[in-house]
């Protein structure tokens, strides 16, 4: 009887042995499963990344086109003001206008303009001196002169253009010089 024991005990150590190298292959089985799925997510990751790369440079070359046609198209409006001689033209679906730009001002020796200079072209900051080119403008146009080591150029004339939007029944004028949102360019 007691072989017999023995004997059933001996079967079921054997079977259980066999149920957990069942239970272990299994396991690995899982494993194998969680790693084709990583690797599915990895390729999507990829695969996205690709994809807005594509989508981004199609915008890109696409934008370009358009951008070079608005840069042509206000080179057109720019030629018709200069053309009549107009400095604005205000029409229902924008302004276009030529302004004249300020004088550039730039201090080219700043010892010789410091050397020169009187307290009402400086702004003073705590142990700094540092040329106030507002104060300069300023003082170029009261007296005509120009301070030693101060530069003026004239610059040319700027064109902007002012498209006006309506939404939501409010109109919204929009110019290159502001440069509120992508849609606008500056020429």
Known sequence: MKEETNFIDE???ESEERDKKLEQSHLDLILIEIRKLEDEVEKNFNTSAQEREII????LERNSMLSSR???LSRKLELYLREEELKTLDLPNGIIRIRKQPEKISVIDEEKFFNAATSNLLSIKPEVAVPDLLKIRSFIKKTG???DGVEV???EEKFSYTIKRNSNG???VRS???LTDKSTVAV
């Open 11 to 13: 079967l079921i150590r």
């Open 56 to 59: 981004k440079n199609w915008a």
């Open 70 to 72: 608005i840069e042509w």
């Open 145 to 147: 002169r120009v301070p």
């Open 153 to 155: 150029s004239t610059q």
């Open 170 to 172: 409010k109109e919204k």
């Open 176 to 178: 290159t010089d502001q």
